[in-house]
């Protein structure tokens, strides 16, 4: 939020005395701590004397990140600072809190103050998802509990929203006279307060709430003595919906109350109630090796969530057996509590793990639940409960992955940054291994689709910034602890993230503004583009990182025009938004084929992804590039089949000789299509062709080894030197993309370096 205050009316503001004849100007943020400067350009430091710390001793620091306005309340030896501008003040917290109380005169809607023991941040943060969008809402980022806090929250209100929502801590540092005074709310919410001294808190909260109109709180829970005041007490509710933890629904009853005092309707408060957001679960299920069934809840070691999750065991689990795998964790407090929760859910095994631990029980047919905070440890046994399969591999050359790169990074002007694209799990090479293998040969960033991609990068102890081309709300929060960094493409997407950046403090968040320049699919429009920096600029928990949009046809060697075309739409937009923001911003445009055709954009970054495996449609290209997939298999059996017999399914293929087949386990389900059945496709055995006989089974596939030296345990090859990715794709009738990201994730990748 921009303060737009003129040093003049500062000055007058704050009764401060100028340290010499300035200048006007003006100045848009107050800033107290220089660790946090990010731009000093019309910054205003405030020398806080805080218990730790004398802010006048930073004003050095602060001087050399750039800002030259300063409010003090000791002299200073200007001449060190010979463009700066001081302001004299008696006390200069005191000064900020005349400023904050200006800005807090300037609101034109409802003030409303939240305070209490337990879930204030969801009250607020639910209350402004039932008031929006039919009201404008603006709410303070965190929960304060400083008199400091506070006044920065009020000049980072907007001036004209209907509501504004202010949540205060109850602290025994904080006067609740002087909030009262500062915030003078128009309403007030006591969220649920067990476990406060009763005869204390009612002074506090009576001091805290004096003079407002309204205040909520929950039935017996507090006697305020407020004479002035409409006290509306509420119940928790006691409904069918999903909020089964008491306090929530505490809550969620003192929203409801509010939402009707401002005149929203019933139906609509209803409807609004049923789409509040709630904690998001993470559960992943996954058939394991031995018959086992996995259930793998690493979310966090709540009980409600662990709650569910065992029921949910319960259920699909019908007379299998029940194993559950608990780890423990030193911060856990609730250990004993997870044990009886166990425990009376009765299961056949339980495992309780020790940091270092090992699992090696052999279980079969189970249904086994892993629990524990997302440790490595866990997500190890989660994977060695996977069933594996080693007689087909895809392998995947890491040689020439790095020679790859490097070819698309000297196409590329020098400076231009270059982002991996390892979306679909790295386009089916396993998105961990190959980060963690490509980290080092100059990639600035990696692009994945979804969250979990991010968070498996993460976790094999990647620290380069990660691009989340479809972070759903559900897991913004992970987004956030994993320092992954969202595509944003709409509006509502935009105000969820701020949310959750809100409810975390988390400020100067990287995001990415994706815009649609002709693919049609996911982007903000051109035209929402002021609208959408404006949403930006007035929120300080979000900064854009970089915008970028999707080339529709950078590969189409007959027609560079609708290419051209977007390029340049896409470039008056970065000129637009370079115009309207103070930092620098990536751009990002091209993908392989755009790096190969338009190499010289100019834009500061690029995305590679299918060219990185050695495919491009340009043929030229193509001869610098090398191979990186190959898939392989065994022979699992041989027969001699009879001329007039029939081999497979539905006997599509009848014997015109004798013929020696063999069988090999992969099938349709591994991505063998079956449209290769009956000699469409072939697969090579010692550098044979083979053509596929019959249909192509689920596992299995037979060829004809006619004529070759062969034995039981030979390698077969699906695509490789014989038969390359994209004359596989071609025999397919798809692109080499599409192939790459169906082999199933059953085949085991194997690495060569
Ligand atoms: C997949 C993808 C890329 C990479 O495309 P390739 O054609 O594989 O180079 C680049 N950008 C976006 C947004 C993508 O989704």
Not at 33 to 52: M, N, P, Q, S, Y
Request: proline residues 3%; neutral net charge.
């Amino acid at each position: 939020m921009k303060l737009d205050l003129s040093i003049s009316k500062l000055i007058e503001l704050i009764h401060g005395i100028p340290s010499s004849k300035l200048n006007d100007g003006v100045v848009q943020q107050v800033i107290y701590d220089t660790r946090r400067i990010i731009e000093a350009d019309a910054c205003v430091f405030f020398a806080l004397k805080g218990v730790h710390a004398d802010g006048h001793q930073f004003i050095a620091d602060a001087y050399q990140k750039g800002v030259r306005i300063f409010v003090v309340s000791e002299s200073i030896l200007t001449e060190n600072y010979h463009d700066a501008r001081f302001i004299q003040v008696a006390d200069t917290l005191q000064a900020l809190m005349d400023l904050a109380f200006y800005f807090r005169k300037r609101l034109k809607g409802k003030v409303g103050l939240i305070s209490g023991k337990i879930g204030k941040t969801s009250t607020k943060e639910w209350l402004y998802h039932v008031l929006s969008p039919e009201f404008s809402v603006s709410r303070s980022p965190k929960s304060y509990n400083s008199t400091l806090g506070i006044a920065l929250s009020l000049l980072e209100a907007k001036p004209n929203a209907d509501f504004v929502l202010i949540e205060v801590k109850v602290h025994s540092e904080l006067n609740p006279k002087v909030i009262n005074e500062l915030i003078q709310p128009h309403f007030g919410i006591l969220t649920k307060s067990i476990s406060y001294s009763q005869q204390l808190y009612e002074t506090y909260l009576t001091d805290l709430f004096a003079n407002c109109e309204s205040v909520f709180l929950l039935e017996n829970d507090f006697n305020l003595s407020l004479p002035q005041t409409n006290l509306v007490t509420v119940k928790a509710f006691q409904t069918e919906n999903n909020f089964t933890n008491d306090g929530k629904r505490m809550n969620v009853a003192l929203v409801a109350a509010v939402a009707q005092y401002v005149g929203l309707s019933d139906r609509l408060i209803s409807e609004k109630l049923k789409k509040l957001p709630e904690l998001a679960l993470r559960l992943e299920t996954f058939e394991g090796k031995n018959g086992n069934f996995v259930i793998v809840d690493l979310y966090n070691l709540d009980l409600e969530v662990f709650r569910s999750s065992l029921e949910y065991q319960m259920a699909i689990a019908g007379d299998k057996k029940r194993a559950v795998i608990l780890g423990n964790s030193r911060e856990s407090m609730n250990q004993d509590k997870l044990y009886d929760l166990v425990h009376s859910f009765h299961p056949d095994y339980s495992y309780f793990l020790n940091e270092g631990d090992a699992f090696d029980d052999n279980l079969k047919d189970t249904i086994i639940l892993i629990k524990g905070n997302s440790t490595k440890k866990m997500l190890r046994i989660a994977n060695q409960l996977k069933e594996k399969r080693h007689n087909t591999e895809l392998r995947i050359n890491l040689e020439s992955l790095r020679k790859n790169i490097a070819t698309y990074r000297k196409q590329l002007p020098e400076k231009t940054k270059l982002m991996v694209m390892l979306k679909a799990s790295g386009y089916g090479s396993g998105v961990d291994k190959i980060a963690q293998f490509i980290t080092g040969f100059g990639v600035d960033y990696f692009g994945v689709a979804f969250v979990d991609e991010g968070v498996a990068i993460r976790n094999v102890g990647i620290t380069k910034p990660i691009l989340v081309m479809n972070a759903e709300s559900e897991n913004y929060e992970a987004c956030i602890n994993y320092q992954l960094e969202p595509a944003i493409f709409d509006f509502e997407q935009l105000d969820d993230f701020i949310s959750e950046c809100i409810y975390q403090g988390v400020e100067h968040y990287p995001i990415h503004l994706k815009i649609d320049t002709g693919m049609n699919r996911l982007g903000f429009r051109t035209d929402e583009i002021t609208r959408v920096l404006e949403m930006i600029q007035s929120q300080p928990e979000v900064r854009i990182k970089s915008v970028y949009s999707h080339l529709v046809e950078a590969d189409n060697l007959n027609d560079l025009e609708f290419t051209r075309h977007q390029i340049e739409i896409f470039r008056k937009l970065v000129e637009i938004i370079k115009k309207s923001v103070n930092y620098s911003v990536e751009q990002h445009i091209l993908n392989s084929s755009g790096i190969e055709n338009f190499p010289h954009t100019g834009f500061s970054m690029a995305r590679l992804g299918i060219g990185m495996y050695g495919i491009s449609s340009n043929p030229k290209f193509q001869l610098q590039l090398e191979p990186v997939i190959s898939w392989y298999s065994t022979i699992s059996q041989l027969k001699c089949v009879k001329t007039g017999q029939s081999i497979g399914y539905s006997r599509s293929h009848i014997c015109k000789k004798d013929t020696l087949v063999a069988t090999i386990p992969v099938g349709y389900a591994d991505g063998l299509r079956r449209s290769l059945s009956n000699g469409v496709g072939f697969l090579s055995v010692k550098g044979r062709t083979c053509p596929i006989v019959g249909r192509v089974c689920m596992d299995m596939v037979m060829i004809d080894v006619t004529g070759i030296p062969v034995k039981v345990g030979d390698e077969v090859e699906i695509i490789g030197q014989n038969c390359s990715l994209n004359d596989f794709a071609a025999l397919c009738n798809t692109i080499p993309y599409e192939v790459m990201t169906s082999i199933s994730q059953r085949v085991q990748k194997i690495y060569i370096a």
